[in-house]
T-cell receptor
Framework: EDQVTQSPEALRLQEGESSSLNCSYT??????LFWYRQDPGKGPEFLFT???AGEEKEKERLKATLTKKESFLHITAPKPEDSATYLC??????????????FGAGTTVTVRA | ETGVTQTPRHLVMGMTNKKSLKCEQH?????MYWYKQSAKKPLELMFV???????ENNSVPSRFSPECPNSSHLFLHLHTLQPEDSALYLC????????????????FGPGTRLTVL
């Protein structure tokens, strides 16, 4: 069974204080690892897909990296508008047309001005 | 705006009521999903429809009944719910690719906040 563990559960940052979120995963064969951002009362918003170890993707102050066991979401010089819950999910490679996502519980980031 | 809409956004119902949640996607996708999100828990997949056919029922109680009349619309019919069913119900859609190693990105709607009294 696929497992996704995110840490820390919550992260409080000062504006400009860079930090990283961790997503550890166990999957039989990784088809893709996804990062989403979720604001309170809203649905998850797609950020990145990573496919293989060593891959990196960037979007504004966010940079996602991938190894064979974990992914990191680095937030560089965060601003208050980066406050959100960040969700990690894995999509496993299977014999069927199975594109299910297994999600972690998320990391809630609060950035204070 | 992701192209996936959900109505209503908020719903309060008693345990004996019957109500329905609606989801519509404007992305030309072929797969649609219902998820349940409870506080501090991972998203739980409930149902998957691929080309209007239900391909997944993740051991969901029968008081939740999905319906997918076409690839753009998805409903979740609710009846005799329990207070523990209170949660955010999210709909998502994806292209629904035909297999292989390609990934299939899911795009989510804003959710329906359900409260069962």
């Amino acid at each position: 069974e696929d497992q996704v563990t995110q840490s820390p559960e919550a992260l409080r940052l000062q504006e400009g204080e860079s930090s990283s979120l961790n997503c550890s995963y166990t999957v039989s064969g990784l088809r893709g690892l996804f990062w989403y951002r979720q604001d309170p009362g809203k649905g998850p918003e797609f950020l990145f897909t990573l496919y293989s170890a060593g891959e990196e993707k960037e979007k504004e102050r966010l940079k996602a990296t991938l190894t064979k066991k974990e992914s990191f979401l680095h937030i560089t010089a965060p601003k208050p508008e980066d406050s959100a819950t960040y969700l990690c999910a894995v999509q496993a490679r299977g014999l069927s047309n199975d594109y299910k996502l297994s999600f972690g519980a998320g990391t809630t980031v609060t950035v204070r001005a | 705006e992701t192209g996936v809409t959900q109505t209503p956004r908020h719903l309060v119902m008693g345990m004996t009521n019957k109500k329905s949640l609606k989801c519509e996607q404007h992305l030309g996708h072929n797969a649609m999903y219902w998820y349940k999100q409870s506080a501090k828990k991972p998203l739980e997949l409930m149902f998957v429809y691929n080309f209007k056919e239900q391909t997944e029922n993740n051991s969901v109680p029968s008081r939740f009944s999905p319906e997918c009349p076409n690839s753009s619309h998805l409903f979740l019919h609710l009846h005799t719910l329990q207070p523990e069913d209170s949660a955010l119900y999210l709909c998502a859609s994806s292209a629904g690719l035909a297999g292989g190693d390609r990934t299939d990105t899911q795009y989510f709607g804003p959710g329906t906040r359900l409260t069962v009294l």
